[in-house]
């Protein structure tokens, strides 16, 4: 059973970047045909999928945020992690990060994740 868990800081300022980190356990983050992404969730608003990072080192982002987001993974730790640059308060939410199966084509939907992190509330306020 893959487990997640995401850590990070809560409050981030205003224009600076948001940082978390995922850690994983159960399952390596090199396994074939798996994807590891991280999804938010405003206040009031559904689920949006942000960009994940593939069993292969394979990275791929949310046009709409691709200017902002980085994802990067640390192998020797089973970890990948999230930054997200110049932050506003519409980025304040809950962060999750999630497991994916996708032997066909990647996962790009929060609803094609098949584990998930119990999320962590990250605030952007001076």
């Known amino acids: 059973q893959v487990q997640l868990q995401e850590s990070g800081p809560g409050l981030v300022k205003p224009s600076q970047t948001l940082s978390l980190t995922c850690t994983v356990s159960g399952g390596s983050i090199t396994t074939n045909s798996w994807y590891w992404s991280w999804v938010r969730q405003p206040p009031g608003k559904g689920l949006e999928w942000m960009a994940y990072?593939?069993?292969?080192?394979?990275?791929y982002y949310s046009p709409s945020l691709k200017s902002r987001t980085s994802i990067a993974r640390d192998t020797s730790k089973n970890q990948f992690s999230l930054q997200l640059s110049s932050v506003t308060p519409e980025d304040t939410g809950v962060y999750y990060c999630?497991?994916?199966?996708?032997?066909?084509?990647?996962?790009?939907?929060?609803?094609?994740?098949?584990?998930w992190g119990q999320g962590t509330q990250v605030t952007v306020s001076s």
């Open positions: 990072i593939a069993y292969n080192g394979d990275t």
């Open positions: 999630a497991a994916g199966y996708g032997p066909g084509t990647p996962p790009l939907k929060w609803d094609e994740y098949d584990y």
